[in-house]
RNA sequence: GGCGCUUUCGUCUAGCGGCUAGGACACAUGCCUCUCACGCAUGGAACACGGGUUCGAUUCCCGUAGGCGCUACCA
């Protein structure tokens, strides 16, 4: 087999938001794509008429453009291998059946669901399978004659795969290495749905992946079980040559509890399992995001990647650059990985450290306007830049910590412990000749206050920072008691200085 | 029930026949220090169980048990 260009897709069907182990797959199959130097497709599978979601395709796209992660080619995005929409290329699907039904290897059934499920309800995990064929109403079991009339007389049908019986299908997985499953234990899967005259996922799905010269399938552990199917399918096309490399990515389970991550864990434990804040237009339901929720996607990137792989070595913290320098998909882990939602926090927290005061600044500017406070560009730089370091993980986590910057602790009360522990009948005096000190400032940089503060504080033998602080800020929080003050001028702090005298004694 | 996948600290994981079983999150303690933090240091904490193979198994094989998934005219 000649050396192809690596492609891979990322086909979620556009039936609701994009949910977070769906944005990991996605973001393996970028990796891999970016490390070979292949192409990314985004192709939506709406092959489920019954469940399509208005807005969910429009979602998805705005999730991954926030994520930074782009596609090459597919539904908005162009290429020369469309439609990238399964609805949109019934034809093909039909033009590819036929093929299956003219080689023998597919056939016609006329059972309606109504009398599927009454042979489920008669025989005990019943199977349409080569056992029980012959019993149902097929092109197998009927008359040409019959079967004619039946189609000509309006009756609806299905088109199965006829799997033959007895025979082991091997699937080479790129993380798992060679699972084996006899084609017994395989039904005869629909192929075609007589219903919306689509196919189903497992028809269009290897259409689309040998049409889209598609070279390697990274997909969600789900999936593993039916791979054997997927093979025999390429093998009954003749494309067995051609066929892709698969993967099975282990699953995203809850962080509690059994079973896999699902959106009410998020509601229940307090995370967000989609990438954007989610307006469920049937329900009306809102579901957070992790956008809203102050993550930034550098981190949710970074954290989802190490959910079931490692560079192998001590590195945690990488820039897109480097997992796809680093990403290796035969290391990714074979079993489920619990939604670690507390550790997701502290990639955050590290990449709010990364950045530039500049970068976080308007983040942070939204949530003071929001607590009605109106403040220059500069001022919510230099605030960031004290407090960053400070014990959050959300820019929203620096509002409670900081609010002195912008209301005088008279307003909101001071903290009685930290005032009884900091504050006694000499205090006022020393903080009487602190702003004395002060006061005969002109230049009230860090610098300059440093000097003047510290020339007094050793002629004179005082430790005046915490009950400075007391006056300032009212709590034992807070930066350094020089930057704090030249922060807020010198005409506040001597304000705030006095009033704590008044007010404290 | 059937079939498949899977199993190292509470969690994410490193390990690919011989190690005091390593790191990170979380937790605890200490140091630093004008507070809170950051940072640094330290601590507790794991090879599911039973058989083999081998001089020697966390590592290889087979069972058992647990976990996960699939078992639709859904993907």
């Known amino acids: 087999m000649a050396e ?131 019993m149902m109403r097929n092109s197998l079991s009927l008359s040409q004659e019959e079967v004619k009339s039946l189609i000509d007389s309006g009756h609806q049908y299905v088109v199965r795969f006829k799997i033959e019986p007895g025979e082991d299908v091997c699937v080479h997985d790129m993380i798992r290495g060679d699972v084996v499953i006899n084609s017994s234990i395989l039904d005869d899967k629909v192929l075609y749905k007589s219903a919306d005259e689509l196919p189903t996922y497992h028809l269009a799905n290897i259409v689309d992946d040998h049409l889209m010269e598609v070279t390697h399938v990274i997909r969600g552990e789900e999936w593993l079980p039916s791979a054997p199917l997927h093979v025999l399918l390429y093998r009954a096309f003749g494309w067995e040559d051609t066929m892709p490399s698969f993967a099975h990515l282990p699953l995203l389970l809850k962080p509690d509890g059994k079973g896999k991550l699902s959106k009410r864990d998020g509601d229940r434990l307090g995370f967000p399992v989609f990438p954007l804040e989610w307006h469920d237009p049937k329900s009306g339901e809102v579901s957070s995001g992790y956008r809203e929720s102050g993550y930034l996607p550098e981190a949710v990137l970074n954290f989802l990647a190490l959910l079931g792989w490692n560079p192998g070595t001590e590195q945690e913290i990488m820039s897109l650059d480097e997992m796809i320098r680093l990403f290796d998909i035969t290391k990714c882990s074979k079993a489920g990985a619990r939604f670690d939602y507390v550790k997701g926090m502290w990639f955050n927290k590290e990449y709010i450290l990364l950045k530039d005061n500049k970068e ?146």
């Open 4 to 134: 192809r260009k690596v492609r891979v897709r990322f086909a979620p069907s556009p039936t609701g938001a994009l949910h977070i182990g769906g944005v990991r797959t996605a973001l393996y199959n970028y990796l891999f794509a970016r490390q070979h130097g292949g192409e990314f497709i985004f192709r939506i599978e709406d092959t489920d008429s019954n469940r399509f979601v208005p807005g969910a395709e429009e979602y998805i796209i705005e999730s991954f453009k926030w994520l930074g992660i782009h596609f090459d080619e597919g539904v908005s995005f162009g290429g020369e291998h469309g439609p990238y929409r399964q609805s949109e290329r019934r034809d093909i699907y039909k033009k590819y059946v036929q093929q299956l039904l003219d080689a023998g290897k597919a056939y016609i059934a006329f059972d309606t669901p109504e009398e599927l499920d009454a042979k489920r309800a008669d025989i005990q995990n019943f199977q349409y399978d080569a056992s029980t064929r012959l």
């Open 360 to 505: 976080l600044a308007p983040a942070f500017d939204e949530i003071l306007r929001a607590n009605g406070i109106g403040a220059s560009m500069e001022q919510v730089e230099a605030v960031v830049g004290m407090m960053k370091m400070k014990k959050i993980n959300f820019i929203k986590d620096l509002w409670p910590l900081c609010d002195f910057f912008f209301i005088a602790p008279e307003n909101y009360t001071y903290d009685d412990k930290f005032v009884r522990k900091n504050w006694n009948e000499t205090t006022s005096a020393d903080m009487k000749e602190l702003a004395g000190v002060l006061s005969a400032l002109d230049d009230f940089s860090v610098e300059s206050q440093q000097k003047a503060v510290e020339k007094w504080v050793e002629t004179t033998g005082k430790k005046p920072w915490n009950p400075w602080r007391v006056a300032l800020v009212g709590t034992g929080k807070g930066p350094d008691m020089y930057e704090l003050s030249a922060f807020l001028g010198k005409e506040e702090t001597l304000r705030r200085i006095n009033k704590a005298i008044e007010i404290l004694k």
